[in-house]
């Protein structure tokens, strides 16, 4: 079973990768998917942050291969093997359910992202396992602090603005914890960095001086937590 993880973590690699043009792809929530219309959710970022997607892909294929070709076996690399075939299986159908019903595409990246994270933990220090599974967790992460504050706001349960600085916040706070465990995955550091410049920058026009409060000190937070990691004996 365990020579089967290698191969799997390189197909789900290549089926996720390929998602968005087997479930005819996806330009985020659509306002009539929820009871209450939101204009512009305050959470969501700038349109062309998502493009992080295609290093994403490319990253982890490419890990995956190395993976594969020289590692099937390393347990080093086999530890994170299977948290991560368990974010990337979800990530496969993930679209598809996002297409269908936002509520259940919200509850499904919260298991993604958490699987995610689970193999950050445990990749191994190779720059090859790491920086890849790294900027892919950091990024997951944000997407889905992002759905959950657009189901938030669109099913009434907060409103946009309120939605938007309790996820950014939540999201800062959790990545410090990960940071924390692992000062090593700046790559998480970058994906998580890319999103809040995309909330900014969504945030200019019209000026959501909040919002852009909760990102700079969460900017700020990221940049502190490896400094003050290391510094301890």
């Known amino acids: 079973m365990t020579r089967l993880l290698a191969p799997l973590t390189l197909l789900l690699s290549a089926s996720f990768a390929l998602s968005p043009m087997m479930s005819g792809g996806f330009a985020g929530f659509r306002s009539t998917q929820f009871p209450v219309v939101q204009a512009h959710a305050a959470v969501q970022p700038v349109g062309w942050a998502f493009a992080i997607w295609g290093p994403v892909f490319l990253g982890l294929l490419l890990s995956a291969g190395w993976g594969l070709l020289r590692h099937q076996l390393d347990p080093h690399w086999q530890a994170m093997r299977a948290p991560l075939i368990a974010s990337l299986g ?9 297409n269908f019903q936002p509520l259940l595409a919200s509850v499904l990246i919260l298991f993604m992202a958490a699987s995610a994270i689970e193999a950050l933990l445990r990749a191994p220090r190779s720059c090859v396992a790491l920086w890849p599974v790294a900027l892919y967790a950091g990024w997951v992460t944000s997407v889905a602090c992002v759905a959950v504050g657009v189901v938030l706001g669109g099913y009434g349960v907060l409103g946009s603005q309120g939605a938007a600085l309790l996820l950014l916040s939540a999201l800062g706070g959790l990545a410090a914890v990960v940071l924390w465990q692992r ?45 003050v990691r290391r510094a301890q004996p």
């Open 90 to 98: 979800i990530g496969t159908v993930w679209i598809w359910a996002a």
């Open 183 to 227: 000062p090593g995955g700046l790559a998480f550091a970058g994906g998580v960095a890319w999103a809040y410049t995309g909330v900014i920058v969504a945030n200019l026009d019209p000026l959501n001086p909040a919002v852009l409060m909760v990102c700079t000190a969460a900017l700020l937070l990221l940049a502190a937590v490896p400094v």
